[in-house]
Structure formats: C-alpha cells, structure tokens
C-alpha cells in the first residue's frame, strides 16, 4: 500500500514528459476496462442462467449513472487501444523510441477523432431513450447490486489471503510470487500480440453495441438484432442476447464465435495486465501471492463462465422467464 500511495502522490507531484502521463492513463484505462469486463462477462451469462438477473442489469444499465459510465469506458478502451499499439510498436522498433513525444500526440489526436463522432452517436441514443421511459433503476437498485459484486470480490480476496498466510506458514516462504524468465517474458510478448488481435474485435463491439444499438436498444420491441435478420419481438434484453447467438452464417453462430475469441484474449490480456500492477506495487510476500492467485481464480472462473453461458445459449425457459419480468419495461 506505501508503494501504492508513494507512486500516485509522486505522479501527481511529477512535471515530467508526455511518457509518464501515457503510462498512468494507459494502466488507468485498462484496470477500468478490466472492472467493467468482469461485470459484464458475469451479467451477460445471467441472460441463459438467470434471465430475470439479465433484466435488471441492463434496467441498471440504462441509468443515468451508467450512462455516464459507459461514455467513460469507451474513452478508456479507445484510448487504450491506441496507446497500446504505440507501445507495440515501440517494442517492436526500439529505434523509433526518439520520436515517443510525436507518437503520443497522434495517440490523443486519433482518441479524440473517434471519440467526437462515437460520443455524439451514442447521446442520440441517451436522448431517445430517456424521452421516452420514466421508469429509470434508482440509486438504491444500483447499490444492492454493486455492493453484491463488491462482497464477492472482498470474499475472493479474503479467502486468498487466508490461504497464502497459510501458504506461508507451511512452506516457510517469504518472497513474492514470481515467474520463470522464460515464461514472464512470453506473457510480455503475449501482451503485445493479444493487443494487437483485439483490436479489430473490441472496436467492432463498440460499434455494434454501443454505437449501432446499444444498451439503450437492447430492450427495444420489434426492432431487429444488430448483425442477423431476426427481431426482438418481446423487446426483451434476453431475446436479443439469444436471437444474436442463435444467428448463423453457413452453419456456424458467428457471434458465439467471435464473443468467443474477444472473452478469451481480453480477460488474458486484461488479468495479465493486472497481474503487473500487482506486481508493482503489492511488495509483501503474503498479499502479493494472494492478489495473484485471486487474479488467477478470478480468470479461470470468468472464463469457465463465460464459455458455459456461449454454449448454453438462450433456451425456451429463459425466453419464457424473462416474458414475466415486468419492472423497467424489461
């Protein structure tokens, strides 16, 4: 924690060059994009397990208080993205690393470029949708669910505190967890190479479902499913999720496929690079070993779940589940 709080009063206090502030935002950025992936890969599986749990995620979802979130996250992930494919780059040229300032700008500069139209697409969205409901999840709804999560998460890191003291006492070890050099530097390389793949996915995702329909269409009655030809007659969160599952091209659900490939390498990616900033700043043997391996329970588990929900997809019970929820128009 003195780490912690000595490297953010020391950033704060830093008048340096534009590489230091690249590299706050960059990892700011993506601990943002990781906290919202794990919720939405948690919620997104309700809509086959737990249709009525689908329903009001996403009611909470259309709050003013996500809203603003959601316009958050985009900035983060854009931003994200580019300054991660200037870092690939970098890495890749080291020769270049003289023109680091110039890289940055191009970074803010294609950030802002997307991020003027995107902004403006989805607000016509917000606008729409809140001129025409009333009936909007409370303050009170978003907190009995948040502090759901944040109890979970608080369980997860207890129980491996626990169990690395426990660790410790055993084995008598005293040093923090660290990887073999071989293995630490294919995980270096594999974040350079998993950045680069996301790319294409995570910004056809924004597009589909932030900017083209998002959250707020989600719930839209009979308007068709952005990337098939079926409709949301019921206007319900969960047929969307399942008519977009259920679309095939040539035999193959497409959208299983790709949801696939993006849930794979952006929780790798993500719970790697959270994995660093463990790494960086919790020194002490015990919490060191423990936030890895709740970060290692916690990417295998999303994972499991996430695959398990793709492969279930939406049956006919959930359908008819999610046809008796009435709260928010759901």
């Not at 009333?134 to 502090?147: F, P, Q, R, W």
């Amino acid at each position: 924690m003195t780490t912690l709080v000595y490297t953010v009063t020391e950033t704060l206090r830093y008048r340096g060059k534009v590489g230091q502030w690249a590299w706050v935002f960059h990892r700011v950025a993506g601990l943002g994009t990781l906290l919202f992936l794990v919720l939405h890969v948690i919620d997104t599986s309700w809509a086959a397990f737990y249709p009525e749990l689908y329903a009001q995620a996403i009611r909470e979802y259309q709050s003013p208080l996500f809203t603003i979130g959601e316009f958050a996250l985009v900035a983060c992930v854009v931003y994200h993205a580019f300054n991660g494919l200037r870092v690939a780059l970098f890495d890749w040229k080291p020769a270049w690393w003289g023109h680091q300032a110039r890289a940055m700008l191009y970074v803010v500069i294609a950030t802002v470029i997307v991020l003027v139209p995107v902004f403006i697409l989805m607000l016509r969205h917000v606008v729409n949708f809140y001129q025409d409901n009333e009936d909007i999840a409370g303050l009170d709804e978003i907190v009995s669910t948040m502090s759901q999560f944040a109890l979970g998460f608080v369980v997860i890191v207890g129980a491996a505190l626990v169990l690395s003291g426990l660790y410790g006492l055993v084995t008598r070890s005293n040093h923090a967890t660290r990887l073999p050099g071989r293995l630490e530097a294919s995980l270096w390389g594999f974040m350079r190479l998993s950045g680069v793949l996301i790319l294409p996915l995570v910004f056809g995702h924004l597009a589909i479902m932030h900017v083209i329909q998002g959250v707020f269409d989600i719930t839209g009655g009979s308007l068709t499913v952005v990337g098939t030809d079926a409709v949301n007659a019921s206007g319900k969160a969960v047929e969307f999720v399942g008519a977009r599952w259920d679309y095939l091209v040539a035999g193959v659900a497409v959208w299983r496929v790709y949801d696939g490939f993006l849930l794979a390498l952006a929780l790798i990616h993500g719970f790697n690079g959270l994995r660093y900033v463990v790494n960086d700043y919790a020194r002490h043997p015990i919490v060191n070993r423990a936030l890895n391996w709740a970060a290692l329970f916690g990417l295998v588990a999303l994972i499991v779940l996430g695959t398990a929900a793709l492969l279930a997809g939406v049956d006919d019970t959930a359908y008819k589940i999610a046809n008796e929820v009435t709260f928010g128009g759901q």
